[in-house]
C-alpha cells in the first residue's frame, strides 16, 4: 500500500468529508392538508390536491408526503399562503414551518421508501432509468416513493433534470483540481451518505446505480421477497447478476424503456457472472445505521464501495437475494470508469484486509464509531435544522 493512499485516508476526516458543501431542493408537495376552524370561501388552487379538517379530526389519505398546514385568519390569505409554502418545500425541503408540517412530523410515522440514484454525468443512461421508474407499478401504498438523485460534481449539471421528473436533489461539490484526493473524485460512497442524512428521510432505501431497469412490477416482487427471507436487507435482482447489455442492445433500451417488460431473450445481454455486490441495494434505514453507513474515506472513483458495504451487512445477517420471485435487472452500457482511478487496487487489498484480518468485534467497533457520527449529525439536524425554516 503507498504512502500517498495511506495520507489520504488518514488525512480526510469523515465529518470533514460529510459536511462537504452541497446544495438541497426538496419535492413539490403531494397535497395540502388545511386543518382550520375558519369557514375557508373555495378559491382555485390547481397545482396540487387540497382538503380540509377541523381540528381534533382524524388525518385523510395515507401519503406521509403530504402537508399538514394549521390555519388562522391571522395567517393571512389561504391562497397565498399555500402558493408560499409549495415553493418553499420545493427550495428547502423543510420538514416544519410556522404553519406547516409533513406527514410524516405529525404523526411520528416515516415514508415507507425511498429511492436515492448517484450521479456524475451520464445522462444518458440516467434519464432512461428516472422514465422507467415513473413507468412501474406504484407499490402497495399506493403513492410513488421520492427519488433523490444525488449529483457529486463541479457543477450542477443534473438540476434541470431533477426537476423535470419531480425528484428531490443534492448537490455535492467536487473539487476537480486534485483527481487524486476522495474530494477530487466522484464518491458514491458519500453521495449515499450525505444523502441519508441531509434528505427527506424514509423506512426503505433503494440505492440504486443510474444506469439500472427494473421489471413492472419491482415493488411488488420486492415486498414478496422481503416478507419471504423476513430480511432488513435485500440485493434486489436474482441470480446475484444485473443483465449486462451490449453497446447496441443498450440503445434500444434509451429508445424505449418499455422493451424491459421482456421478453428478455438471453442473447441480448452478455454472458451472467454471478456475485455483484452492488448496482441496486434495498435495506431498512435501521440497519443502514447499524453498518454505519458508507466509508467514503477509504473508497472513491471507481472502486470496491459496495462490497465493503455489502461484507458489513454480512456481520449482522445472512444477505437475502431476490430469487422468489425472482426480479431481473437491465443494466445499461457504458464505458468503464475503472482505469481512470489511481488507487483501485490499493483499495482493493485495503477492504480486502479490512475484513479479513480484523475480528468481528473490531469490525463492528468501527461500524459503531461510525453509527454514532450519523446519529450525531441527524440529531444535530433534527433540532436545530429543518424546524427552524419559516
Known amino acids: 500500500m503507498s504512502q500517498r493512499y495511506l495520507e489520504i485516508i488518514n488525512g480526510n476526516t469523515l465529518e470533514t468529508l460529510l459536511t462537504l458543501p452541497h446544495k438541497h431542493i426538496g419535492t413539490y408537495p403531494t397535497?395540502?392538508?388545511v386543518r382550520t376552524k375558519e369557514e375557508i370561501p373555495t378559491f382555485p388552487f390547481t397545482v396540487c390536491p387540497v382538503s380540509f379538517i377541523k381540528p381534533g379530526d382524524e388525518l385523510p389519505g395515507n401519503n406521509a408526503h403530504d402537508v399538514i398546514v394549521d390555519y388562522t385568519k391571522e395567517d393571512g390569505d389561504l391562497e397565498t399562503l399555500l402558493y408560499k409554502l409549495y415553493q418553499l418545500?420545493?427550495?428547502?425541503?423543510c420538514e416544519q414551518t410556522a404553519n406547516s408540517r409533513k406527514r410524516y412530523i405529525e404523526t411520528k410515522t416515516l415514508p415507507p421508501r425511498k429511492i436515492i440514484i448517484p450521479c456524475l454525468g451520464r445522462k444518458e443512461n440516467l434519464i432512461p432509468t428516472l422514465q422507467r421508474l415513473q413507468q412501474i407499478d406504484p407499490p402497495i401504498e399506493g403513492y410513488r416513493p421520492v427519488i433523490c438523485i444525488v449529483e457529486h460534481g463541479p457543477y450542477l449539471d443534473l438540476q434541470p433534470i431533477a426537476e423535470q421528473f419531480g425528484c428531490e436533489y443534492l448537490w455535492i461539490?467536487?473539487?476537480?483540481?486534485d483527481p487524486t484526493l476522495p474530494i477530487g473524485q466522484f464518491n458514491k460512497a458519500l453521495a449515499y451518505d450525505k444523502a441519508f442524512l441531509y434528505t427527506s428521510p424514509a423506512q426503505w432505501y433503494l440505492f440504486h446505480d443510474n444506469d439500472v431497469l427494473v421489471p413492472k412490477d419491482f415493488w411488488n416482487r420486492i415486498d414478496a421477497n422481503v416478507v419471504r427471507a423476513k430480511t432488513q436487507f435485500l440485493q434486489p435482482y436474482t441470480h446475484r447478476c444485473?443483465?449486462?447489455?451490449t453497446v447496441d442492445t443498450a440503445e434500444y433500451f434509451r429508445k424505449n424503456v418499455s422493451?424491459?417488460?421482456?421478453?428478455?431473450a438471453e442473447e441480448l445481454f452478455l454472458p451472467r457472472i454471478p456475485g455483484a455486490p452492488g448496482g441496486s441495494l434495498y435495506l431498512n434505514?435501521?440497519?443502514y445505521l447499524d453498518v454505519g453507513g458508507h466509508d467514503p474515506n477509504f473508497c472513491w472513483g471507481y472502486?470496491?464501495?459496495?462490497l465493503l458495504f455489502f461484507n458489513k451487512l454480512k456481520l449482522f445477517e445472512p444477505i437475502a437475494y431476490a430469487d422468489e420471485p425472482p426480479i431481473e435487472m437491465i443494466h445499461l452500457w457504458h464505458p468503464t470508469a475503472a482505469i481512470h482511478n489511481p488507487f483501485r487496487?490499493?483499495?482493493d487489498w485495503f477492504v480486502k484486509i479490512f475484513m479479513e484480518t480484523r475480528s468481528i468485534e473490531e469490525r463492528k467497533m468501527m461500524m459503531g464509531s461510525k453509527k454514532n457520527i450519523l446519529q450525531k449529525i441527524l440529531h444535530e439536524l433534527e433540532t436545530t435544522g429543518y424546524s427552524n425554516c419559516s
Do not use: C, I
Open 303 to 306: 472502486g470496491p464501495e459496495d
Open 31 to 33: 397535497a395540502f392538508v
Open 242 to 245: 444485473l443483465l449486462n447489455t
Open 285 to 287: 434505514r435501521q440497519r
Open 259 to 264: 422493451l424491459a417488460d421482456g421478453p428478455l
Open 345 to 347: 487496487f490499493e483499495m
Open 89 to 93: 418545500y420545493f427550495d428547502k425541503h
Open 173 to 177: 461539490f467536487l473539487d476537480p483540481t
